[in-house]
């Protein structure tokens, strides 16, 4: 009877095993293991009291990003649980095989530490705006059961601030360009960012070597002196004034600046600002270590319905940057300009602008280092000839040579014919000669009532030498132009030359020219 009992019990454990076994298979293959946990965890969820945490993107005064969000939004993407949430997003990384994860709105997943479990949800609320603008305010939330909250909540707070601060020292070293959305009173952030990858260096860039050694050490020391700086009462910040024709470059060394300090640049598009406070909004929510950048300013200030809102003093103000040392930490500031002409002096004083920087149409020397990067050659035997003709003043763009460079990259001759024929061109015409003279930096500039440090790379020539290039040009152009059309030409170049003889000064036995007063 006992073994027979023995036999039954056998049987009985076995076939619950193998039940349990079958089951736990068949919950595995069709994947209703998870509604069964999550049917556990949302029953034992019920029989706790939770306590929530609101982590929102911006600071209580709505004016500065707050860090922690930032912090918490890479650890939750770093979680494995997100590969096993429900939903989530893929993206593509940087690399070209990367997909990374990355929380989607209103998505929940979970995180268990020192044996707690807790939950995170990525709200977000659409805030409709307008017909066809809408806001979102963005929101992390801890769910962490009461009974937890005292033995984890801050050894876990601690856990994530430690979890990413290396992969946030990491992602600081991507450079990251800001741009300002159009102005709504109901938006908190107004700066969109994306990675900032354009690709101009300090190497890459066809200028004086001695000018960019120049540019480079005043940055660097003026990373280094915010001692210097406190003691002597003045606001960390340096503004550099970059003006010159276009396609000289400015933007581009723009680029080349931010990158040699791995600084994030803020560009302020003033068409987008509404008025003089939400221009010091703008300039409240940019982060420390950052390059702010207003392009064109000239043709903002010059243009008042470009400007709308904001005004003259709104400009000085932004520009003398007191409101940036709230936050304590350096400050660059770049203006780009094609001409200072219609500027009020007094915008561009010291302590504005500290330095201005003149970028020149194309010299041989710049020609040159462009042959050199762009078509790969150091010297060839149609140099002289390209000489010859920048030596009669003709010239062009850094740009204008660069693109011509760039469809000619395969035959250097090519290349360089093309660039002598369009020199040939342009001094034919006298347009180039005419528009480099007006927009080089004038005797005002140099010498007048504005102030700063004046950095020019060949921006002033003697009046000789000016004379024989416009000699030469006459010759060039008397070769193809006769009877009474020279004597125009005559009258236009020497209209040229006093309008030049009016700008030039200074000798410039150099590449480059700083003037300090
Ligand atoms: N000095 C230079 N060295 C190397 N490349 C240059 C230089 N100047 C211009 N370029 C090239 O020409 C193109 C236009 O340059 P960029 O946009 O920087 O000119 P810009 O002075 O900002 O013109 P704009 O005043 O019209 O805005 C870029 O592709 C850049 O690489
Ligand atoms: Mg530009």
């Given at each position: 009877m006992f073994a027979i009992s023995l036999v039954v019990l056998f049987f009985v454990i076995s076939g619950i095993c193998l039940f349990l076994l079958i089951l736990r298979l068949f919950l595995y293959r069709t994947a209703l293991i998870h509604v069964v946990n999550k049917w556990v965890h949302w029953i034992e969820d019920g029989m706790h009291v939770h306590q929530i945490f609101k982590v929102p993107e911006f600071n209580h005064d709505n004016?500065?990003?707050?860090?922690f969000y930032g912090q918490v939004f890479t650890y939750l993407n770093s979680l494995a649980s997100i590969e096993n949430s429900d939903f989530t997003n893929l993206f593509s990384g940087k690399k070209s095989n990367d997909i990374i994860l990355y929380l989607d709105h209103n998505q929940t997943i979970h995180d268990t530490f020192l044996g707690a479990r807790v939950s995170w949800k990525n709200e977000v609320n659409d805030q409709k705006l307008g017909e066809d603008q809408s806001c979102c305010r963005r929101t992390l939330l801890l769910k962490i059961k009461k009974k937890d909250k005292r033995r984890i909540l801050r050894p876990y707070l601690q856990h994530i601030h430690n979890a990413v601060s290396e992969d946030l020292q990491q992602r600081k070293r991507e450079v990251k360009l800001y741009m300002n959305t159009q102005y709504?009173?109901?938006?908190?952030?107004?700066w969109n960012s994306i990675p900032f990858?354009?690709?101009?260096t300090f190497d890459t860039m066809a200028m004086d070597s001695d000018l960019k050694y120049r540019i480079k050490s005043d940055l660097e020391s003026f990373l280094k002196s915010k001692q210097y700086y406190h003691r002597l009462g003045r606001i960390w910040k340096r503004s550099y004034l970059l003006y010159g024709p276009?396609?000289?470059g400015k933007s581009s060394f723009v680029a080349a600046m931010a990158k040699l300090l791995n600084y994030d640049v803020y560009e302020i598009?003033?068409?987008?600002?509404?008025?003089d406070s939400d221009l010091k909004m703008l300039l409240l929510q940019t982060s420390n270590k950052s390059v702010i950048v207003i392009e064109d300013l000239d043709r903002f200030m010059n243009d008042n319905k470009s400007v709308r809102g904001v005004s003259f003093s709104g400009v000085s103000t932004f520009m003398d940057g007191i409101l940036s040392s709230c936050r304590g930490d350096e400050k660059i500031m770049i203006f780009t300009m094609?001409?200072?002409?219609?500027?009020?002096s007094s915008l561009l004083r010291p302590g504005r602008i500290d330095v201005h920087i003149y970028f020149p149409m194309c010299n041989f020397n710049s020609f040159k280092s462009l042959a050199n990067s762009y078509?790969?050659?150091?010297?060839?035997?149609?140099f002289p000839q390209v000489e010859e003709i920048f030596q009669t003043g003709a010239t062009m763009s850094p740009a204008e040579v660069g693109e011509i460079m760039i469809v000619n990259r395969s035959s250097p001759s090519r290349a360089l014919k093309s660039v002598i024929t369009a020199l040939q061109t342009n001094a034919a015409t006298g347009w180039r000669l005419s528009e480099s003279a007006s927009s080089r930096p004038s005797a005002e500039e140099s010498g007048g009532e504005s102030g700063g440090v004046f950095w020019k790379d060949k921006g002033s020539v003697p009046v000789a030498k000016e004379v024989r290039k416009l000699y030469g040009l006459l010759r060039l152009k008397s070769g193809k132009i006769s009877g009474p059309s020279v004597a125009k030409e005559v009258r236009k170049l020497y209209g040229l030359l006093r309008l030049k003889s009016g700008k030039i000064s200074g000798p410039?036995?150099?590449?480059s020219e700083m003037i300090e007063r």
């Amino acid at each position: 009877m006992f073994a027979i009992s023995l036999v039954v019990l056998f049987f009985v454990i076995s076939g619950i095993c193998l039940f349990l076994l079958i089951l736990r298979l068949f919950l595995y293959r069709t994947a209703l293991i998870h509604v069964v946990n999550k049917w556990v965890h949302w029953i034992e969820d019920g029989m706790h009291v939770h306590q929530i945490f609101k982590v929102p993107e911006f600071n209580h005064d709505n004016f500065q990003e707050n860090q922690f969000y930032g912090q918490v939004f890479t650890y939750l993407n770093s979680l494995a649980s997100i590969e096993n949430s429900d939903f989530t997003n893929l993206f593509s990384g940087k690399k070209s095989n990367d997909i990374i994860l990355y929380l989607d709105h209103n998505q929940t997943i979970h995180d268990t530490f020192l044996g707690a479990r807790v939950s995170w949800k990525n709200e977000v609320n659409d805030q409709k705006l307008g017909e066809d603008q809408s806001c979102c305010r963005r929101t992390l939330l801890l769910k962490i059961k009461k009974k937890d909250k005292r033995r984890i909540l801050r050894p876990y707070l601690q856990h994530i601030h430690n979890a990413v601060s290396e992969d946030l020292q990491q992602r600081k070293r991507e450079v990251k360009l800001y741009m300002n959305t159009q102005y709504d009173h109901r938006i908190n952030g107004r700066w969109n960012s994306i990675p900032f990858t354009h690709p101009s260096t300090f190497d890459t860039m066809a200028m004086d070597s001695d000018l960019k050694y120049r540019i480079k050490s005043d940055l660097e020391s003026f990373l280094k002196s915010k001692q210097y700086y406190h003691r002597l009462g003045r606001i960390w910040k340096r503004s550099y004034l970059l003006y010159g024709p276009s396609g000289t470059g400015k933007s581009s060394f723009v680029a080349a600046m931010a990158k040699l300090l791995n600084y994030d640049v803020y560009e302020i598009d003033l068409s987008r600002v509404a008025d003089d406070s939400d221009l010091k909004m703008l300039l409240l929510q940019t982060s420390n270590k950052s390059v702010i950048v207003i392009e064109d300013l000239d043709r903002f200030m010059n243009d008042n319905k470009s400007v709308r809102g904001v005004s003259f003093s709104g400009v000085s103000t932004f520009m003398d940057g007191i409101l940036s040392s709230c936050r304590g930490d350096e400050k660059i500031m770049i203006f780009t300009m094609n001409s200072k002409d219609k500027i009020d002096s007094s915008l561009l004083r010291p302590g504005r602008i500290d330095v201005h920087i003149y970028f020149p149409m194309c010299n041989f020397n710049s020609f040159k280092s462009l042959a050199n990067s762009y078509l790969g050659i150091r010297d060839h035997k149609l140099f002289p000839q390209v000489e010859e003709i920048f030596q009669t003043g003709a010239t062009m763009s850094p740009a204008e040579v660069g693109e011509i460079m760039i469809v000619n990259r395969s035959s250097p001759s090519r290349a360089l014919k093309s660039v002598i024929t369009a020199l040939q061109t342009n001094a034919a015409t006298g347009w180039r000669l005419s528009e480099s003279a007006s927009s080089r930096p004038s005797a005002e500039e140099s010498g007048g009532e504005s102030g700063g440090v004046f950095w020019k790379d060949k921006g002033s020539v003697p009046v000789a030498k000016e004379v024989r290039k416009l000699y030469g040009l006459l010759r060039l152009k008397s070769g193809k132009i006769s009877g009474p059309s020279v004597a125009k030409e005559v009258r236009k170049l020497y209209g040229l030359l006093r309008l030049k003889s009016g700008k030039i000064s200074g000798p410039s036995g150099h590449d480059s020219e700083m003037i300090e007063r």
